[in-house]
């Protein structure tokens, strides 16, 4: 017999849906299908976490990992890929000079 893995999410979370999908739901999008999605929400109120979301999972598409979903168990994964998703999340900082004069 099969173990069925129950979110572990309440079921009031569970109730509130975006484009048809809970956050149960979300959590088992690949990255790079996160993105897509995430890209869709025209909410103003979401503007600054969907702005977040959107630089995190550039940057572990940019890093190859794509492919993940954030319901991956840390334990699955090769040495490889937690050690990119640990500096996912301290991406490098961007220097920006359009305030600098010389």
Known sequence: MLDVVQPATRP???SVQISGYNI?????????HLRDFISTIE?????TIIG????ITQYLIEMD???LSLSRRAGT????????IK??????RTIRFSNLSL
């Open 87 to 92: 500096l996912a999340k301290h991406p490098p």
């Open 65 to 67: 990992l794509g492919y």
């Open 12 to 14: 009031q979370a569970l």
């Open 43 to 47: 909410d103003e109120r979401a503007r």
């Open 24 to 32: 149960d739901d979300v959590t088992h999008f690949q990255v790079d």
């Open 77 to 84: 994964l090769s040495g490889g890929e937690a050690q990119r």
């Open 52 to 55: 977040q979301i959107d630089a």
